[in-house]
């Protein structure tokens, strides 16, 4: 490592740079206590004010709590800007905390709060909330939680942050040397010191400074320090991986690989044939500083140790396991994998198509779309993957709590790779690499931990189907229909979906001149059948699937040119056209229609170019946005081209479908009601808000859910119904138990906070899911033999030209033969119905 400034050249111009790469070094800052309360002289100003009292003694400013709304507040007269309220505090209440301040120009109010979560395990703990104040500060006040009991204050203060003006904001590595450029935020001149030696940057400028290499060694590190008086050391290290350089390997097969073992412990290589394919480097740094390693032992596991820090590495058939114990928080295995992206996955956050750039703008433009250290809470399950033209390299590790960093390309080091490490203490990462899709790395991450268990059901069946009915007739209900959401907003209609879970759950055809298609996020069309409405059904159905032929094109796709194809390097997503693929092949199944038939193969067979599950919410959500949606709706397109055909790539590609979906599904749990839960993409509404990513949409998982449900019964790789039902029982789990919203799902559920979020929505999908596991039948049952194809609200069976009905006795129904002829049927329970 260079610790001497060997060579610093001022090579770039002051001219401000106009595409700077992203920074993953956290801005530098300055602090200085504003306020500090330590409560020896009594509360010190802080007064309560609602639902608590507040006394000082012996040092302490203990709260007791009498309801569920407790503040304080205090009189402050203050600068604002970029603050931070630290305290030593421990409560026994519940819920969370929230600062909120008043300035001259602003009132109390949510846009002046910062919410934060406290321990109420009676302990004593530090906690900091940050918050920026525009205009002068006059109060500060404290909710210590939301219902009775105790919080107690050792000492408060307020701590005002400021901005360092230098970073090196970004880094670039050429074959001699490594270019570090300074960026200075201020509108003044900085006159700054690298290594002792004096530069100066004019105000809102840049400067670069190149570092020459020496090539010595397989792994070099190279870093820049800059020093200001008053302000704390900026500083930036890369590691740069030189190919030609060589040092003593030892060599261990790896697959269709070998992975070389620098015997210094500093890196590692996995080629294939000489062929150089990913670096590991280094195998372990703390804050940028390779620790200095020993070889201890080589066989079987190789074994390193230096001071507080030990490293073993591995290896069975094509994966290798790390395993790091570090007494300080460290990074490693640090993977560099070489070549050009076809696909990429952080689980959770990222799925990247060809040759896209990680934490880019193109489905998240705040400040949130940077997910190169993501909290650890969003990752959905413990995988990193790069899939290049050279080989597929995964990552998954066993502690959820660690820190990923994933970057593509790597501009952790400036180098044109791409690159996954882990942050933690310990440290147990597997690494396999082979030739197989991101999809496979995907199902070897699950099959390698399991699924988790299944989430404990929250009521009976019986009581579960009396919270849905109370839904039903609830909140959702007005003489007019149905709400597909609680609130004015909805309008009420007499949908078929609502009226035919009434009648699923109750037998009780509901009473309407006609019924109004859809409502609910699975289609249930079984009323038509049982209150003589099948012609009209037909005529309904026909009539959209002749839409849907003349939308699509000429080589069997859909396309979209919406406000949010903005930024999507084509007008088509695997998500736009799985839909209507599904629409007309579910159609096809219904009625036998040829050209339903027809058109939906030429979309799967389209579809066959898509990498990328995306698209499918462009009501919101960016037309490039990776999608659970998107998976669930090419699954059920594939499961039914599949069952019409008999062509098995199209059961193959419904596999693939599925397993694109486990990214968006909680593998791991750190709440009550977390296992199961699923983000539904990874993006945010119109680019801005609500970010999605960690923030789980239940409904879009169910969906999903009864997707892979029909996937199960020709599909075996993995346990599909288990995967099913932990999302069903988390959406139950989710569920409004009582109140007015009794029985409606929540739109999205907080993890952190274990709240429910508006709309309210009804819970038709999730009784067809649970009647679909149950192996109970929720919508229309088919049957054909090669001579008809016959559809029917009850199951059914053909034989020797007749159709063989399982019904209720006495319930006059319908059925449609080869989407063409209807039948009317009073049933005497097992009807057999002929065809001719």
């Known amino acids: 490592m260079l610790t001497a400034p060997a060579l610093l050249v001022i090579l770039a111009s002051t001219a401000p740079a106009a595409d700077l790469s992203i920074n993953p070094v956290p801005r530098a800052v300055r602090s200085e206590i504003a306020a500090r309360w330590t409560f020896d002289a009594g509360n010190q100003q802080w007064q309560a004010m609602h639902d608590c009292q507040a006394a000082a003694s012996a040092g302490k400013l203990t709260i007791r709590s009498l309801g569920d709304d407790p503040y304080l507040q205090c009189k402050v007269a203050l600068p604002g800007g970029q603050l931070v309220l630290r305290m030593r505090a421990k409560c026994q209440t519940s819920g969370d905390g929230s600062v909120y301040w008043e300035t001259e120009n602003s009132s109390w109010g949510e846009a002046q709060s910062k919410r934060f979560r406290l321990k109420h395990d009676g302990q004593w703990r530090e906690y900091a909330v940050r918050f920026s104040v525009s205009g002068r500060l006059t109060h500060l006040r404290i909710d210590p939680g939301s219902a009775p009991g105790s919080f107690e204050i050792d000492w408060m203060e307020l701590v005002r942050e400021e901005l360092h003006p230098l970073t090196i904001a970004d880094v670039a590595a050429a074959d001699d040397y490594v270019r570090f450029t300074v960026k200075n935020d201020a509108e003044a001149p900085v006159a700054f010191s690298v290594f002792g030696e004096p530069y100066k940057i004019p105000g809102r400028a840049v400067l670069a400074i190149d570092r020459p290499l020496e090539k010595s060694r397989p792994l070099e ?42 015997r210094d412990g500093s890196l590692a290589r996995i080629e294939r044939q000489g062929e150089l394919i990913s670096v590991i480097g280094p195998l372990v740094h703390v804050h940028g500083k390779p620790p200095q390693l020993k070889l201890v032992s080589v066989a079987p596991i190789l074994r390193f140790q230096g001071e507080a820090i030990s490293l073993t590495v591995s290896v069975s058939g094509n994966e290798a396991t790390f395993s790091i114990a570090s007494e300080q928080p460290c990074t490693g295995p640090v993977v560099r994998h070489l070549g050009a992206l076809k696909q990429g996955l952080l689980a959770g956050l990222e799925y990247l198509g060809q040759g896209e750039r990680s934490s880019s703008m193109l489905d998240v433009e705040t400040e949130e779309h940077l997910r190169f250290a993501p909290d650890p809470l969003k990752v959905t399950m413990p995988l990193m993957a790069f899939a290049t033209e050279n080989a597929t390299v995964a990552m998954t590790w066993s502690n959820t709590n660690l820190q990923p960093l994933f970057a593509t390309p790597n501009f952790f080091d400036g180098a044109n790779e791409h690159y996954m490490a882990l942050q933690g203490k310990k440290i147990e990462a597997t690494i396999r690499v082979n030739s197989a899709s991101v ?22 069946a019986a009581q579960q189907w009396e919270l849905c009915l109370k839904a039903l007739n609830g909140s959702l209900r007005t003489d007019e229909g149905w709400g597909h959401c609680a609130g004015e907003k909805w309008q009420r209609r ?49 009539g959209r699937v002749q839409g849907i032929l003349k939308r699509q094109q000429a080589d069997g796709s859909f396309r979209y040119d919406g406000k949010f194809r903005r930024g999507h390097f084509e007008n088509t997503a695997s998500g736009i056209c799985a839909l209507p693929a599904s629409e007309l092949l579910e159609y096809a199944w219904l009625t036998g ?11 799967l067979e389209y579809m066959k170019r898509f990498r990328t599950p995306r698209g499918a919410q462009t009501w919101e959500v960016p037309l490039h946005t990776p999608d659970l949606l998107a998976s669930a709706n090419l699954v059920r397109a594939y499961v039914r081209g599949y069952e019409l055909t008999g062509n098995n790539t199209y059961l193959e590609h419904a596999r693939k479908w599925a397993l694109s979906g486990l990214p968006f599904i909680y593998q791991w749990g750190r709440y009550p009601i977390m296992a199961y839960a699923t983000p539904p993409v990874y993006g945010a509404t119109n680019w801005q808000r609500p970010l ?50 009794a029985g409606l799902l929540p739109d999205a559920f907080s993890l952190e906070y274990q709240e429910r979020r508006p709309a309210r929505i009804n819970p038709c999908a999730l009784v ?10 929720d919508a229309l049952a088919v049957a054909a033999d090669g001579e008809h194809r016959v559809a029917a609200p009850f199951p059914l069976t053909l034989k020797n030209g007749f159709a063989h009905i399982r019904a209720e006795p006495g319930v006059n129904y319908q059925i449609i033969v080869d989407g063409k002829r209807v039948i009317d049927v009073k049933s005497k329970g097992h009807d057999a119905v002929a065809l001719q």
């Open 768 to 777: 067809s899911l649970r009647f679909a596991l149950d192996q109970t039948l």
């Open 692 to 741: 999605w990513i960690g923030y789980p949409v239940q409904w879009v998982g169910g969906v999903y859910a009864y997707a892979i449900a029909k996937l199960a019964a020709h599909d075996h790789t993995l346990d599909w119904n288990q995967i099913a039902r932990g999302i069903l029982i988390t959406a139950e789990q989710m569920q409004y138990p009582d109140g007015p919203y």
């Open 494 to 542: 007499p949908y078929a979906d609502m009226a035919s879970t009434v009648w699923r759950l109750t037998g009780v055809v509901s009473d309407f001149p006609e019924f109004t298609p859809g409502g609910a996020h699975i289609a249930n069309d079984a009323i038509y059948f049982v209150s003589g409405r099948a012609a009209k059904w037909l005529q309904y159905k026909s």
């Open 593 to 603: 229609d040829r050209a339903s038939l027809e058109a939906g193969v030429r979309t």
């Open 439 to 460: 999809e496979q790395a995907i199902l070897w991450a699950v099959k390698k931990r399991g699924l988790p268990p299944l989430p404990k059901t929250p009521r009976s």
């Open 221 to 262: 590190a190279v870093s820049l320090e800059l020093q200001l008086e008053g302000w704390p050391v900026v500083w930036r290290s890369v590691f740069i991986h030189h190919p030609e350089a060589n040092t003593q390997w030892i060599d261990r097969p790896l697959g269709d690989f070998q992975l070389r073992v620098a």
